[in-house]
T-cell receptor, first 110, second 113 residues
Framework: EDQVTQSPEALRLQEGESSSLNCSYT??????LFWYRQDPGKGPEFLFT???AGEEKEKERLKATLTKKESFLHITAPKPEDSATYLC???????????FGQGTELSVKP | DSGVTQTPKHLITATGQRVTLRCSPR?????VYWYQQSLDQGLQFLIQ???????AKGNILERFSAQQFPDLHSELNLSSLELGDSALYFC????????????FGSGTQLSVL
């Protein structure tokens, strides 16, 4: 069964304290690994897509990496505005279906 | 603003009732997706339509149905509602039919009492 597991469930950081979020996955035919950010009361917002092991993408303080079994979202020198829930998802062989993890709730304190 | 419009934002109804959720995709997007988000299940894929045709199906209950109209807007119909159907329902859209960047609406919060 296709599955996505994210850890930790919650992460509290001080402003400027770098860290990483983990997303491990099992899927029969990976067709993309996706990271989304979700703010309270809003829909998820797209961050990155990764397709092959070794691929990396960056956006401001965020950097996503991909291996054959997991992905990491590295947050460098985070700011309070980075506080949100970060969702990882994988695409399978069925059309546009995405399988989402439970998310990591990130809180950055000033 | 993602460009995806969902109405209504909030819906309160009783068990056994039927409701319709509406979604207007971004201009130019041909695919519409419906997702259900609850605290215990997370974000679950329900169904995808591409240019009016059903493209992919997830764990959508038989009591639920959806369609995409010629103007590309979509409706999700939920019937014989149960307490457990209370959740946040998101619509998303994309240009193509396969895995790519999705744009999510702000959701409809459904409360079944």
């Amino acid at each position: 069964e296709d599955q996505v597991t994210q850890s930790p469930e919650a992460l509290r950081l001080q402003e400027g304290e770098s860290s990483s979020l983990n997303c491990s996955y099992t899927v029969s035919g990976l067709r993309g690994l996706f990271w989304y950010r979700q703010d309270p009361g809003k829909g998820p917002e797209f961050l990155f897509t990764l397709y092959s092991a070794g691929e990396e993408k960056e956006k401001e303080r965020l950097k996503a990496t991909l291996t054959k079994k997991e992905s990491f979202l590295h947050i460098t020198a985070p700011k309070p505005e980075d506080s949100a829930t970060y969702l990882c998802a994988v695409g399978d062989n069925q059309g546009g279906k995405l399988i989402f993890g439970q998310g990591t709730e990130l809180s950055v304190k000033p | 603003d993602s460009g995806v419009t969902q109405t209504p934002k909030h819906l309160i109804t009783a068990t056994g009732q039927r409701v319709t959720l509406r979604c207007s995709p971004r201009s130019g997007d041909l695919s519409v997706y419906w997702y259900q988000q609850s605290l215990d299940q997370g974000l679950q894929f329900l169904i995808q339509y591409y240019n009016g045709e059903e493209r992919a199906k997830g764990n959508i209950l038989e009591r639920f149905s959806a369609q995409q109209f010629p103007d590309l807007h979509s409706e999700l119909n939920l019937s014989s509602l149960e307490l457990g159907d209370s959740a946040l329902y998101f619509c998303a859209s994309s240009v193509g039919s396969s895995h790519e960047k999705l744009f999510f609406g702000s959701g409809t919060q459904l409360s079944v009492l």
